[in-house]
């Protein structure tokens, strides 16, 4: 659980550096996350919770 706040902390502010620099436009934002919320109810999301616990196992161990 607190690995998945803390990614969605990070991303969170990730997203919000690109929408204060410019990089990003609000509108493509707002689609990304809501495609994020759509595929969280797939039957991907399992998958791509162990890729992400995998991964932050990887780096935690480095």
Aim: positive net charge.
């Amino acid at each position: 659980m607190a690995v998945s706040i803390s990614a969605v902390v990070l991303l969170g502010i990730v997203v919000f550096v690109l929408i204060r620099g410019g990089s990003v436009r609000l509108g493509p934002a707002l689609a990304c996350a809501e495609f994020g919320f759509f595929l969280a109810s797939t039957g991907a999301a399992p998958a791509i919770t162990s890729a992400m616990s995998t991964v932050t196992g990887w780096i935690s161990s480095i």
